[in-house]
């Protein structure tokens, strides 16, 4: 039972480069979301999506975009990754209300 | 987005309890959560509370709510060097959202 995964655990990239950060569950729960940790302000939602082929921004949605085509997979992408996009990322899907997170992804924009 | 705000950091001696405190402001919550975050990793749910409860208690860990003060306290007994970690509070609303406080670092001394 794998749970929730995210890939890769660890990226470095150039400002201006398009990233994309993977996230797989196996529950088949409907929610999925992703959200960036910074110190100081802890966990931040950028965006959510209440089942397939339905999404929705967050409180920090500038600069990221979303799909969501089937129920295990919702990847973000970076467009036109920033300094400020340096962050750790955790997805996490919920059902009935428990929310479970990947282990994230460590980004660092050059 | 909602406010839920935790103090910083908290110290303790291995054996005695923990109380970790958080309030919020939405009324409308549902869920309130408890997550330990250990370094490196990514949040663990340890427990939650159905917004018309007062009290639940599992194992070590007992988490009071109280409404009308909008305040939620997470008590660890016999803290152990093994709790040390970020610990955040989290709540789910009806619109399917959830918002995290800042998290409280717990440091576990010997």
């Known amino acids: 039972d794998a749970g929730i995964t995210q890939s890769p655990r660890y990226k470095i990239t150039e400002t201006g480069r398009q990233v994309t950060l993977m996230c797989h569950q196996t529950?088949?729960?409907?929610?999925m979301f992703w959200y960036r940790q910074d110190l100081g302000h802890g966990l931040r939602l950028i965006y959510y999506?209440?089942?397939?082929?339905?999404?929705d921004k967050g409180e920090v949605p500038d600069g990221y975009v979303v799909s969501r085509s089937k129920t295990e997979n919702f990847p973000l992408t970076l467009e036109s990754a920033t300094r400020s996009q340096t962050s750790v990322y955790f997805c996490?899907?919920?059902?009935?209300?428990?929310?479970?997170f990947g282990p994230g992804t460590r980004l660092t924009v050059t | 987005g909602e406010d839920v705000e935790q103090s910083l950091f908290l110290s303790v001696r291995e054996g005695d309890s923990s109380v970790i405190n958080c309030t919020y402001t939405?009324?409308?919550?549902?869920?309130l959560y408890w997550y330990k975050q250990e370094p490196g990793a990514g949040l663990q749910l340890l427990t939650y509370?159905?917004?018309?409860?007062d009290m639940k208690q599992d194992q070590r860990l007992t988490v009071l709510l109280n409404k009308k003060d909008k305040h939620l306290s997470l008590r660890i007994a016999d803290t152990q060097t093994g709790d040390s970690a970020i610990y955040f509070c989290?709540?789910?609303?009806?619109?399917?959202?959830?918002?995290f406080g800042s998290g409280t670092k717990l440091n576990v001394k010997p």
């Open positions: 996490a899907s919920s059902d009935s209300g428990e929310q479970y």
């Open positions: 529950w088949s729960h409907s929610y």
């Open positions: 999506s209440a089942a397939a082929d339905i999404t």
């Open positions: 939405d009324s409308s919550s549902t869920y």
């Open positions: 509370i159905f917004s018309n409860m």
């Open positions: 989290a709540e789910f609303d009806n619109f399917n959202k959830f918002y």
